[in-house]
T-cell receptor, first 114, second 115 residues
Framework: DQQVKQNSPSLSVQEGRISILNCDYTNSMFDYFLWYKKYPAEGPTFLISISSIKDKNEDGRFTVFLNKSAKHLSLHIVPSQPGDSAVYFCAASARTGGADGLTFGKGTHLIIQP | GAVVSQHPSWVICKSGTSVKIECRSL??????MFWYRQFPKQSLMLMATSNEGSKATYEQGVEKDKFLINHASLTLSTLTVTSAHPEDSSFYIC???????????FGPGTRLTVL
């Protein structure tokens, strides 16, 4: 049973608009959440994280929102740029900073169209 | 900063042979390193957690005698796939915990193909 779910395998967004990627989790022990960006045949690149004591974290064009009661988080990218086209993974850990191994979702392939 | 390297980036081997994959944190010390595996169109799955100077902790279903992990220093962990079989063909990725944000930084991965 998947503990971290990304229900949209792919998402197409026009350049300049907002990209919203969603992630749901089932394990209430998860305390720390991360988003990674990945290109084929490469390792994931860390984007942004959020602790369960917060509901929002912002870093440049990237903002992560956490709704703990709904066990839902989302990554907003605004404005979307062609270089943002990649697979985005949501990951969760039961300890802050990802001190434990991470549990990943299956990823969402974001396609930014010119 | 927070760069993690893996070597080799890809390897092809015959069934029954052993393959060693190295994971290095280049510009920070990592007391903890992790090994993941990704099958095509699947998510990354944690295989084991490796702490410097101690035995690795394996996830359920991962054979510790088949996937030998050594974390000899604060910057190097190795994964040895022993007696590899075609079903072990996968993309193996390591991560190291550390850096400014003290989060997990991933290596570029190693594509293993067992013939």
């Amino acid at each position: 049973d998947q503990q971290v779910k990304q229900n949209s395998p792919s998402l197409s967004v026009q350049e300049g608009r907002i990209s919203i990627l969603n992630c749901d989790y089932t394990n209430s022990m998860f305390d720390y959440f991360l988003w990674y960006k990945k290109y084929p045949a490469e390792g994931p690149t860390f984007l942004i994280s959020i602790s369960s004591i917060k509901d929002k974290n912002e870093d440049g064009r990237f903002t992560v929102f956490l709704n703990k009661s709904a066990k839902h988080l989302s990554l907003h990218i605004v404005p979307s740029q062609p270089g943002d086209s990649a697979v985005y993974f949501c990951a969760a850990s039961a300890r802050t900073g990802g001190a434990d191994g991470l549990t990943f979702g299956k990823g969402t392939h974001l396609i930014i169209q010119p | 900063g927070a760069v993690v390297s893996q070597h080799p980036s890809w390897v092809i081997c015959k069934s029954g042979t052993s393959v060693k994959i190295e994971c290095r944190s280049l510009d920070f010390q990592a007391t903890t390193m992790f090994w993941y595996r990704q099958f095509p169109k699947q998510s990354l799955m944690l295989m084991a957690t490796s702490n410097e100077g101690s035995k690795a902790t394996y996830e359920q279903g991962v054979e510790k005698d088949k996937f030998l992990i050594n974390h000899a220093s604060l910057t190097l962990s190795t994964l040895t796939v022993t007696s590899a079989h075609p079903e072990d063909s996968s993309f193996y990725i390591c991560s190291a915990r550390g850096g400014v944000t003290d989060t997990q930084y991933f290596g570029p991965g190693t594509r293993l193909t067992v013939l």
